[in-house]
Nanobody, 124 residues
């Protein structure tokens, strides 16, 4: 069992930055690939960024490439999402997720554990 808790959301203006954090407790954090998803009202939940269990591989949705950076600190059991140049279309609830498998290979992410989410609102 992996328990996840996000923080760092808020209301900002277009062009501002935010850094989301997700702290994991339970199983060995360093063995899980991690990801950030987001869900805007009326939309499906979408994958924003993924980082491998080692931190050596990262993937991003096209809509956030060049603006968002995912990273992890395995010593702190924490994954981060640095969001720069925020746009109103980035407004959503952001969720942290852990892969259901340990030491997964390849870029496919299979979410097995979810946090409760943190709201990000970008005003124009």
């Amino acid at each position: 069992q992996v328990l996840l808790a996000e923080s760092g959301g808020g209301t900002v203006q277009t062009g501002d930055s935010l850094r989301l954090s997700c702290v994991a407790t339970g199983q060995t954090f360093s063995s899980y690939a991690m990801a950030w998803y987001r869900q805007a009202p009326g939309n499906d939940r979408e994958l924003v960024a993924r980082i491998s269990w080692s931190g050596g591989s990262r993937n991003y949705a096209d809509s956030v490439k060049g603006r968002f950076t995912v990273s992890r600190d395995n010593a702190k059991n924490t994954v981060y999402l640095q969001m720069d140049s925020l746009k109103p279309e980035d407004t959503a609830v952001y969720y942290c997720a852990a892969d259901r498998r340990t030491y997964s290979t390849g870029s496919t992410f299979l979410p097995g554990y979810w946090g409760k989410g943190t709201q990000v609102t970008v005003s124009s």
